[in-house]
């Protein structure tokens, strides 16, 4: 897709469609809505002028009213997308507007399409807040980029209804908000892209993406974007002990990978942190001899998607370049029954010396980033955030909104919670105190690998990670209830959601010095 931050009047773009959002001003509960275009064009506001005030459009988030052959506009069709009340706007509501804008062209096959920025000084003070111009921008080059993903790259009938080209068309004058603005949306081309690059790892099938094929395609991206890669298999797991690891590996035919990417600054602070982004990355979970049911096992391809997120967060941090040193671990493995698969009773050798007793080998994620993170303190690591789709009971705790975080450390995790104002996703921490570790107490070995209860299951398997970090802040992030999304959203396509990777690159660029 070519896309262009343009700064012209957007009445006066030639386009087959242009985007103009509006909002709710109306206020008090039982007050009828009263939309208003966040355009200063009197040529949009002439052309809407009727439909407005017809009342059937409400401007409520996501809705749409289509007009063709607008009089005194350029454009072949106006297209006025509702953001919402006013006086809640934020540049998240952007987003999905600009998400909408996209999902509403491609079934219609419309190639090209411009979005007019939204203009807050269209309203007065008393209405709502006005929006940081930079952020903005990156909110809708974000959510333009990522409508475009569709999962559906297997189907023979498969129209491609790709956006040829997008024009983000703002009515600015100002230099230093032109060049503001410029930023804001270059950084969220690049987010976007690196966001549906982890997409498109998820929602490949296990057949297709093996371990031996996630190395592959992490390394060609690394190879792309600046990025120091390795990817080993068996002899250097075994070589390094990861035990854990290994016991999860064995059942396949399939190789393990661990996969080490490493980002350098060009003048690092020399006592400044490392840190270390560790991603569960298992590409297909049966349970192992603990098997999965049959229903909805198919899902269990995106038992990747920590890795995922983590792979496509380093993609969008080689090209933003933070000054700030980082490195990725990704332990890679199919979870599968054979002759030679772990068992339950099991008792493993993690890479750190600890002794796990297997209780169930459907708990597999935990073992492998036992090694992942143990692993990344020997590297170096001063940080450590890990991303994975660790348990079902994370969904039945949050929903499937917010996804879970679990830390021993608050410093840390404040940087990660003012992230989310900008990266617009929902984390909720959860707790992760010493007092929780009874259920994870063994009489054979130093730790077992599952619970003895079902109740905090999520909880459970965030104090088996924390015995693996020590004194080292950390935090892990549980997303197996948002990585994958049943129904799609006026903004998003249904599947693998891409969960974590904005948030990632947010905490790295707040240790950027
Ligand atoms: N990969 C699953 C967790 C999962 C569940 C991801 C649903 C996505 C959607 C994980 O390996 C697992 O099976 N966890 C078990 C742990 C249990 C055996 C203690 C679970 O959640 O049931
Ligand atoms: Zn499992
Ligand atoms: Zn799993």
Not at 215 to 237: F, P, Y
Not at 414 to 421: R, S, V
């Amino acid at each position: 897709m070519n896309t262009t931050l343009a700064f012209l009047d957007p009445a006066t773009a030639a386009t087959p469609l242009l985007a103009v959002f509006a909002v709710d001003i109306s206020t008090g509960k039982d007050a009828d809505p009263h939309p208003a275009l966040l355009s200063t064009s009197d040529a949009i506001a002439n052309a809407a002028a009727p439909w407005i005030a017809s009342g059937e459009f409400k401007a409520g988030l996501a809705e749409t009213l289509l007009l063709h052959a607008p009089a005194g506009v350029k454009a072949e069709r106006l297209l006025i997308i509702g953001l919402g009340k006013a006086k809640t706007l934020s540049i998240h509501e952007v987003r999905k507007g600009a998400g909408t804008a996209v999902r509403f062209a491609k079934p219609r096959a419309i190639r090209d399409l411009a979005i007019a920025f939204p203009e807050d000084k269209a309203l007065s003070d008393e209405h709502m807040d006005s929006l940081p111009c930079d952020l903005t921008a990156r909110a809708i080059a974000e959510g333009v980029v990522l409508a475009e993903y569709d999962i559906d790259i297997y189907r023979s009938d498969r129209k491609d209804l790709s956006v040829h080209s997008f024009t983000c068309a703002a009515r600015e004058d100002d230099k230093k908000s032109q060049a503001e603005m410029q930023h804001g949306f270059d950084a969220g081309l690049i987010i976007a892209a690196s966001q549906n690059f982890a997409r498109e790892l998820i929602n490949e099938p296990g057949n297709v993406l093996t371990p031996t094929e996630l190395g592959n395609r992490t390394a060609a991206m690394a190879a792309d974007s600046g990025l120091q890669c390795e990817v080993h298999g068996w002899d250097k797991i075994n070589e390094l002990k990861m035990g854990a690891l290994a016991a999860v590996a064995q059942g396949s035919a399939e190789p393990p990978a661990l996969i080490i990417l490493r980002y350098e600054p060009a003048n690092p602070k020399p006592d400044g942190p490392v840190l270390a982004l560790v991603g569960k990355g298992i590409t297909f979970d049966t349970g192992g001899i603990s098997i999965k049911p049959a229903d909805n096992m198919d899902k269990m391809k995106y038992d990747m998607g920590g890795a995922a997120a983590m792979i496509g967060a380093m993609r969008a941090i080689a090209h933003l370049k933070p000054n700030v040193r980082v490195i990725s671990i990704v332990c890679s493995a199919e979870n599968m029954p054979d002759g030679k698969a772990f068992k339950p009773g099991d008792v493993i050798t993690a890479m750190s010396g600890k002794t796990i007793e297997i209780m169930n080998t459907d708990a597999e994620g935990r073992l492998v980033l036992a090694d992942g993170l143990h692993y990344a303190k020997t590297l170096g690591a001063t940080h450590l955030i890990n991303a994975a789709t660790l348990t079902g009971a994370i969904g039945v705790a949050l929903g499937l909104l917010n996804a879970g975080l679990f830390s021993n450390c608050d410093d840390a995790t404040q940087h990660f919670m003012d992230g989310l104002a900008t990266s617009g996703e929902k984390f909720w921490r959860m707790p992760c105190t010493d007092d929780y570790r009874d259920q994870i107490k063994s009489q054979i070995a130093d730790i077992m690998n599952t619970g003895g209860s079902r109740y905090g299951g999520a909880i459970t398997a965030a104090m088996f990670l924390k015995e693996f970090v020590g004194d080292t802040p950390w935090i892990h992030l549980d997303i197996a209830g948002t990585a994958w999304m049943d129904e799609s959203k006026a903004w998003q396509s249904k599947g693998p959601t891409g969960i974590a990777v904005r948030s990632l690159v947010e905490w790295v660029n707040s240790y950027a010095s």
